[in-house]
């Protein structure tokens, strides 16, 4: 899946000033608490869920290395049918892929061991909601949006990661993106949210807190030719929409 790490230099420039006023960092750190396990399960394939499927708070993986490397819907744990509900699971650090939404999809009390390429991958259109759970450990994204459609990230916990949720930067096919972030305890991390703003994206963040997390919301200018997007701004402003993110 495509993203984006890159910031142009004449953007960084600019940007020192915006985390000098204080727009994202605190200094306290702490973490999550992930529930006890109630047992393991190792899939030899992914698990494809319509309807809904509760996971009784039970250990899932693939068996296989945590690698950041990019994979595909056959290295994810669960495949999420548009429409289908997954809750009270834990995926593993055995994994490569977490879990895959290709529509409309509701993730409750799902947990985390360890985020290897992305926790959350959503693939189609339609709209997604995370309710409750965490998630640490992530290099770079926890939550990957490159379809259609509104994610809401309500009462979700994350810990040492790069981005909590991120529109897709440079997919093929773009469209408008918007994220909810509500009662979201935040630690260590660099971006709470990243937005295509050229592309009508935005982010609202209400009712959270954060620890040593550098940027609360950045915005890009986002692209269909697979080019690198350049950071354009962080900070509050008509796409990023918050006014105050106090420590945890």
Known sequence: MKYSTTISIAASLALVNARSLGLGFTRRQSGISIPASAGVETLSEPQYITGAFDGGLKTYGRGVECSDSE?????????????????NAIIGADQS???YCLGACTVENVWWEKVCEDALSVKGNGDAKVSGGGAQGARDKVIQHNGV??????????????KLYRSCGNCDEQGERHVVIQNVKAYSGSYLAGINSNLGDT???????????????????????????????????NACIYTDVPAC
Not at 149 to 162: A, C, E, H, L, P
Not at 225 to 231: D, F, I, K, R, V
């Open 71 to 87: 994979g595909g819907e056959a290295d994810a744990v669960f495949v999420l049918e548009d429409g289908a509900t997954l809750s």
């Open 149 to 162: 459609g509104t994610v809401t990230i309500d009462g979700f916990q994350v810990s040492d990661f790069g």
């Open 203 to 237: 982010a609202t963040i209400t009712d959270t807190c954060a620890n040593s997390v550098e940027v609360f919301c950045a915005e890009y200018e986002g692209n269909n030719s697979g080019e690198e997007p350049a950071e354009v701004s962080e900070g509050p402003s």
């Open 97 to 99: 892929e977490g879990v």
